[in-house]
Every structure is written in C-alpha cells, then in structure tokens.
C-alpha cells in the first residue's frame, strides 16, 4: 500500500500504520476539545493518506447544536482548500444527500459521479479529481462527513481499507465526545506522543519532495525551465502568490523576474521589488534603486502553475509575506529568491527550510542556464568566424593551401582548385601531399609539395616562382608561392598553408617592358654615338691645335685648352658618356633578363681606371671635388676593364648626383692579399637602412621626397652589382641618412670570371 | 545598560559573569555573543554561506560608523568574533566598542528580519532568553 510504503520507506519499519492510528488515538486522548481534537486529526489523517486536502463536515443542525457548546461551525476543519473551495463543500451535505446512502467509507473515483456532486465539480477546477468519503457518527445516526480529496483519480483505491476504517473510528469518536456527557465514548489512551512520528512522515515527505526537486532542476535547460520548476516545487509546501528572483552577473548588471501564480496588483509588485531589494543589500549585494527595477522587471505568469484557485479572487494588493533567501554560486551571493503573499503569516519555519534548500538548488541551476548560455553565445560566435573565414578563403584571389601536422589537406580554396585542375584535377580535401604530387607529372605540382614539407619542418618560404606550364602570348603560367609553419600559443606545430599567388601578367608585364628597354635603348644608341664621335673629334682637335701652338704662343695669352668652347666641349662630352652608360645599362639590363651579360676578361690596372673615370668625372661637374687615394702599387687584375669602368662610373655618378653643393667626393682603393677594394664615399643624402637592402634592385629608386628629385632610371646600381658579382666581387653600401653614403665592391686579385645569373628570383 | 532584540537588558550580573570569564569588555564580549547566537541560529535554517553573507555585509555596514570594525573581515566564522575580540580591538575604548558590537548586532537582526520576516525572531528571541537564564542559573551557582 502507497500509504504504508510511505512510512515505513521514512523511518525504517519502525512506524506501521496502525501504530500511526493508535497513536492519533492519544492525540485525541489528549486534546483540550472536540474542534481541537478534529483539527489535528484532520493534519494526522492527510500525513497518512498523503492526501492534500481534507474536510470535517457536519451533517446537520442536531449535530452541529449538539456540538456548539464547543463553538463548531459547518465546516469543523479544512486543509489544502482555497477560500473559493471551502465556500462549495459547506454544501457538500446537501449535495450527498441527493447521492443516497453512502456507505461508512466511499472512494468516489469516476470522473462522470464525482463531477455529478456539483461542490467537487468545483474542486475539480483546483486539480482534485478524486474523493474519500468517511461516514462519521454512531451507527443510528449521521452526523458528519470526513472528506479526502487527491489529485490522482485512482489514489484513495491503493489504500488499505481497514486503515481508512480505524481512521473513521477516531473520527467517529471525537465527534461522539460532542455528545452529552452521559455517553463519553471510550477514547485509547497511548502513553507515547504523536509528535516523533509526525515528524517522521514529515520529514520523510519532505525528503521525497527534496530529491524530486533535485531531478526537475538538473534537467532544466533555460531560465523559463528554471521558473517552472521553482513554482511546481515550491507550490507544494506552501501558498504564495508571486516569487522573485534576482540576479547578478559578473559585469555587476542585476535582472529581475517575478513569477506571478496569482493576479497581482502594481502595489504588490511595488511592494515586492523594494523587499527583494532591501533583502539583496543585507548580504552584500551592490545597492539598487527599487523604482528603475520595478520598470524594468520581467514579469512571468505561466498557465500552467498558475493558482486556479484565486485566478477570480482581486488581485493580491500588497505583500504581508516574504521571505528571501539568497542565491550562492561558488560560495558568493548572486542574487536573491523571494516569495511573497498578500495573506498574514503564511510561511513558517519549516517552510523556510524547505525554501532554503530549494533556493540552494535554484543557484545551481540558474548557473547552469547561464553557463549554458554563454557557451551558446561563444559557440555562436565561434560559427560566426568560421564562416566568415570560410568566406575570406573562398573569395580569395590567390589559391590558398592548408595542410595539417601529418601532410594532409585540410582546406583548398576555388582558387586552388583551378590552378590544379589541369596538373592535378583530383586534388581535393583530405587527401595527402604525397597523393597530390603523386597523382600528376607536372613539376611544379611537386616543388609545391616540397614547399609545404618544408614549412612543415618549421621553414617560412616567399616568393617562389613557379612555371606552371600553359603558356598566354608567349608567357608561362608563373607562380609566386609563399609557404609558412602554423602554430599554436604554445608553439605546437598544427599544419602549414601556403599562397599560390598567380603572377602571370606580371611577368607579361616585365617582358614587354624589357623588350621596350632594348628596342629604345638600340635606337638610342645610334645617335649617341654620333654626338660622342664628333665631340671627341673636336676636342682631340683642339688638343692637337693647342700643342702645334705650343711655344709659339704669347705667354699672355690664354690656352686653347682653356677657351670657352674646350670647356663646353667637354663638358658635352662628359654628358655624352653619361648618357651612354645609362643607354649601356638599359642594353644590359635587357642582357641580363636574358640571362647573359657578355664580358671580355682581360689583365689591366685597376688604379689607371679609377683615376681615368674620376678624371672624367671631375670634368663633368663643377660644384663638387673629387679626390682620389690610391693605396696601392700594383693594381694590376683580370676583368672587363670596360664594365669596371660603367661600375665605377655608375656609382661616381650617384656620389655627385646626390652630393650637395661645394661637397667632396672620395674615391679610394685598397687592396688585401686576396682582393681589391674600391669606395666612394659622398657627403649626400644618404639611404635610410629599409632601403638600402633593396638599392641594387632593378628600378628601385628610394621612395621619399628628396629623392624623387634626382633624375635617374634605378639601374645603375643594379647593374654594376650584376657586372661585380659576375667578376667574383661583392658589392655593398654604408651609409647615415643626412650623413652620406659610402659604396664599395671588391674585385679578387685571382681570376674569377663568369656569366651574370640574369633572374635571382627564378627556379 | 543595553537593550537587545529579546528585551533583555545586560544586567550587573551578567557583566560580573562576563569579566570573570574573559577579563575583556564585558558589555562589548555580550554583544559580540548575541550576534554569534543569532548566526548560529540563521545557520540552522539558512545554511553556513547565508551566515557568512549576512555577517560580512553587517560588518561592512556598521564599519561606516566604527571604522575598526573591519578588522573582523578577516575573520570567516561568526563564533570566531567573542573569541577574538580582546585581540582585535586593544586599542579602542570600551564604550565605542560596546557601541560599535551594539551596532553590528543590530545590523544582524535587521538583515535576518528582511530575509526572514517575523519567522526567525521569535525563535531567535527565545533562544537566547533561554541562554541569558543559563548563564544566570550558573551565577546562581558561583
């Protein structure tokens, strides 16, 4: 039997029902009146029959008058009733009348018959759908009913009918105790209280309403679960009309709600906010404003646990009950759960307890929600950029390749695809290196392969050009290929990704230009020539004039030499031979794009050079000085005297170019065992250290303001660099911004001859 | 003499027991007692984090008057305060700690009355007439 399972589940078999019984026997024994005695019986009786609500009805005036020197009314007493629902049962009498004899105990369980009492089709509207009915009085004469009633239809069935009869019998006799004293029925006496084992059933019940608690909250998923689950537990304890809940995040923001059972006014709700505030600020949580609180509140009023029993009542007009209790997370306060009631002292201690314990496990869950919340948000995010870099991949120009830590694809974008269509139209996702530069011949399929391998021993590549193959108007399909290691906060290697990065049209680009230099710089040629001939031709002349004069000529007068015309002459000349070695340059650059720069090696001085070019130099200019230091007896090495002198001559130029007014330009040569070493060292300038990598590139002139005033190509520093490392030198600047430059390049004294590599860039 | 919640007054009596016992401030060691009796009994209803929540936003409010109070932040037990006492406080005079224990007790109950109502006072009240007629028992002894 539920109800014995109840007890003995509670206390370990020491409490039976019928010691339950005796002892309600000794309550009655013991009880100060008849009401009195009623009274805790009624609370005995719905313990043992775990029925929420019960009634003691008398049957009739004869009863009640010969009850009413003890004060009873109609209704003797009544638990777990609405005030609407006690209204409907002092009816009941009447309406069981029209049902006939009952017998001493009758379980009203169809649906059709109990509706057909029309004070339990009222109760039916509070969620009782079932009713015992106990007969009390002697057996001659009808004096009250002793009324169960249960939620479950099919409850009072279960129960052990001979209990339900003793029960009756107590009943029965304390309603027989009314009668006059003459006939005292004869009451039980039991020598042990009632209260151990009321308090076990208790705690027993308790203990069960705790653990189903526990189970609700675990599974909620949300703060509306959380409520629910809060009010359904909550409801079964005790009445109240609104419960509260606010809480604190960690930014220091406060939320409130307030779930109402009950239509309840603005006052109450008023009323509520300022003691849940007031309450919150007594265990330390930061001070709020009630006003601003009460505007922002959510309220909630869910159907289903709502109090059908006042849903036509006025609303509750302000609080006479509250009690709060706060909420823990990690052992500091997060908020506060309160309920409120317009009723008088509706909680008691036990109550609070019960509270204390739920509210405990409201914290945690409302925890989880929030933790489940922000792990939603982050998750959300985190889908968020996923897609967004999927997107930035897919709309990539370049092709872009991912490879894990094992050398398998993880990722290639539309880009790539296309690009490995033709060599490789298999690649895809998941596949590894090896399976790509397996499945294709083309070479280029495998230097990609070899690159992310290498970036996957840590190695960072940039800038690799590859010839793809496929070939638009008389251009490869080149490559540029960067490849870098990919790496975790903690420097864990997780893959490599490599930029495929389509330079074709750059490369057409460079070609046609290279083909214009050449065809330019041949047209240029051919009249420069002529102005450099006739000029030299002139000033030899001249020069031959000057010496026919020789002694002849009036020691006051000034020389040939020193005319007008030979110093313009000259000065043309020089110019001449300038613009001749940037047309030189421009031919070989356009050499060196082909990957020759022809060179006739041959033994010369290096100091009859230098001095030659300086001497020239210093012609061409008038506004600097040129001084030459030789530290050297014999300069004597094996190269293209012609291309030393375009180098020296190219960095001369720059030296005077970029020099200021009235500066010094020093030209020196040094030499070691092994070498020959040249500086020209200038007051200009000077190259801001960024660039000074980058001076001896093709076209590279330095991008700022007082550069861009100087005339200049950016090739002769790319070719004297080509025409030294061809000869076995090496070239480099030093140089202060403001300060000047110095330039310098060695040449071995041994003979080391060879072809310029034209394209530093190329495979 | 001062008044608690309960209505009683710290009679001459209950000083003399006071000092005999601890040699501290008598009237400020009661005070710091009564507070420990009703955290013992919110803890039996409302649990050990309640306490210490309660107890530590009464301290923080009754050290705006008596700024030496928040010495007893330190400490994380309620019945840790009477024990304590002499120990945190040597400097102040026995009338502002009288004061201040008085204000910390006040505190206390107000924050059990706005989280509990009318529930727990009575019981708290009872509780400790219970343990003044106790310690009056014993001085009937002595």
């Not at chain 1, 090696?601 to 030789?630: C, H, M, N, Y």
């Not at chain 1, 300038?685 to 700022?704: C, K, T």
């Not at chain 2, 003399?16 to 401030?25: D, P």
Request: hydrophobic share 45%.
């Amino acid at each position: 039997m539920r109800q014995v399972q109840i007890m003995r589940a509670g206390t370990g078999g020491a409490i039976n029902s019928w010691r339950f019984i005796k002892e309600a026997a000794a309550c009655v024994a013991t009880a100060p009146n008849p009401a009195a005695a009623l009274s805790q019986l009624l609370d005995i009786a719905l313990l043992a029959l775990d029925a929420p609500a019960g009634a003691v009805i008398r049957m009739d005036d004869e009863a009640a008058a010969l009850l009413t020197r003890h004060e009873v009314r109609t209704l003797v007493a009544a638990r777990g009733l609405s005030p609407y629902a006690q209204q409907h049962i002092r009816e009941l009498p009447a309406a069981l009348a029209s049902l006939g004899t009952l017998a001493a105990l009758t379980t009203i369980t169809d649906l059709a018959l109990y509706t057909a009492v029309p004070p339990f089709a009222a109760l039916l509207e509070e969620g009782f759908a079932s009713a015992f009915i106990g007969s009390l009085g002697a057996s001659d004469r009808l004096q009250g009913y002793l009324v169960f009633w249960h939620r479950d239809c099919g409850h009072f069935d279960r129960l052990d009918q001979r209990m339900l009869a003793a029960l009756l019998a107590q009943f029965s006799a304390v309603v027989q105790w009314g009668i006059p004293a003459d006939k005292e029925p004869e009451l039980p006496t039991h020598g042990e209280t009632l209260a151990p084992a009321l308090n076990a059933v208790a705690a027993t019940r308790q203990l069960q309403r705790i653990k189903d608690a526990g189970q609700v909250f675990v599974a909620a998923t949300d703060r509306t679960q959380v409520h629910h689950a809060l009010i359904a537990t909550l409801k079964q304890t005790c009445h109240f009309a609104a419960c509260a809940i606010l809480l604190f995040d960690s930014e220091g923001g406060s939320e409130l709600t307030v779930v109402a059972r009950h239509p309840l006014s603005a006052a109450f709700v008023h009323d509520t906010v300022h003691h849940v505030v007031r309450a919150a600020t007594r265990i330390g949580l930061p001070a709020l404003s009630p006003e601003p609180l009460a505007q922002t509140l959510y309220l909630d009023a869910p159907d289903d646990i709502a109090d059908d029993a006042t849903l036509n009542e006025p609303p509750a007009d302000r609080v006479r009950s509250f009690m709060a209790n706060p909420l823990f997370s990690k052992n500091k306060p997060i908020g506060i759960l309160g309920l409120a009631d317009d009723g008088e002292n509706m909680f008691n201690e036990e109550h609070l307890r019960f509270f204390s314990v739920i509210a405990d496990y409201a914290a945690v869950a409302l925890e989880n929600v929030r933790l489940r919340e922000d792990e939603r948000r982050l998750w959300e995010a985190a889908m968020l950029e996923h897609q967004r870099l999927e997107l930035v991949i897919a709309s990539m120009a370049e092709g872009l390749i991912i490879v894990d830590e094992v050398g398998r694809i993880t990722h290639l974008n539309p880009v790539a695809r296309n690009l490995f269509a033709s060599a490789a139209p298999g690649a895809r996702e998941w596949q590894s290196l090896a399976h790509l530069t397996g499945q294709s011949d083309a070479p280029w399929i495998a230097a990609v392969g070899e690159i992310l391998s290498a970036s996957l021993t840590g190695k960072v590549v940039m800038n690799h050009e590859l010839l793809a193959g496929a070939t638009i108007d008389s251009v490869p399909l080149t490559l540029s290929v960067s490849s870098a290691p990919c790496r975790d906060a903690s420097g864990r290697l997780l893959g490599a990704v490599a930029v495929l990065n389509d330079i074709t049209h750059v490369k057409q680009i460079d070609r046609l230009k290279d083909e214009f230099v050449s065809v330019v710089s041949h047209e240029l040629r051919t009249p420069l020539t002529s102005i450099k001939g006739y000029t030299q031709h002139l000033l030899r002349r001249m020069e031959r004039q000057s010496q026919a004069i020789g002694s002849d000529r009036d020691p006051g007068a000034p020389s040939p030499l020193a005319s007008y015309e030979y110093r313009s002459l000259s000065i043309v000349q020089s110019q001449a031979e300038h613009l001749e070695r940037l047309v030189n340059d421009l031919l070989d650059l356009s050499h060196l794009q082909r990957g020759r720069l022809p060179l006739h090696p041959a033994p010369f001085k290096l100091g009859d050079v230098l001095a030659e070019v300086v001497r020239w130099a210093q012609i061409s200019t008038e506004q600097q000085v040129i001084q030459l230091e030789i530290h050297a007896d014999d300069t004597t090495v094996v190269g293209d005297r012609a291309r030393i002198m375009q180098v020296i001559g190219n960095i001369l130029d720059n030296a005077i170019k970029y020099s200021p007014e009235g500066g010094v330009v020093k030209a020196s040569l040094d030499a070691n065992p092994l070498e020959f070493v040249i500086s020209i060292a200038d007051q200009g300038i000077g190259i801001n250290p960024d660039a000074q990598e980058q001076i001896f590139d093709r076209f590279y002139r330095v991008n700022d303001l007082i550069s861009r005033q100087y005339s200049g190509i950016g090739l002769g520093l790319y070719v004297a660099r080509a025409i030294v490392e061809a000869h076995g030198g090496r070239i480099w600047v030093e140089s202060q911004e403001g300060q000047g430059s110095i330039f310098s390049f060695t040449l071995p004294r041994l003979p080391h001859i060879g072809h310029s590599g034209a394209n530093k860039q190329g495979c | 003499m001062t008044t608690y919640m309960c209505g009683g007054h710290c009679s001459g009596w209950m000083v003399k027991v006071m000092a005999a016992q601890n040699g501290c401030n008598p009237g400020a060691d009661m005070a710091a007692r009564t507070v420990q009796l009703v955290m013992e009994q919110v803890y039996l209803v409302l649990g050990v984090a309640t306490v210490e929540a309660v107890l530590r936003a009464a301290i923080k409010t009754a050290a705006q008057r008596y700024p030496f109070l928040d010495r007893l932040s330190q400490l994380t037990l309620a019945s840790e305060i009477p024990a304590h006492l002499c120990r945190y406080f040597p400097d102040i005079a026995p009338d502002e700690l009288l004061a201040a224990m008085d204000a910390l007790l006040q505190e206390c109950i107000a924050a059990v009355r706005e989280l509990t109502g009318d529930i727990m006072l009575g019981p708290i009240s009872e509780e400790i007439s219970w343990r003044l007629d106790q310690a009056k028992q014993e001085d009937k002894l002595y």
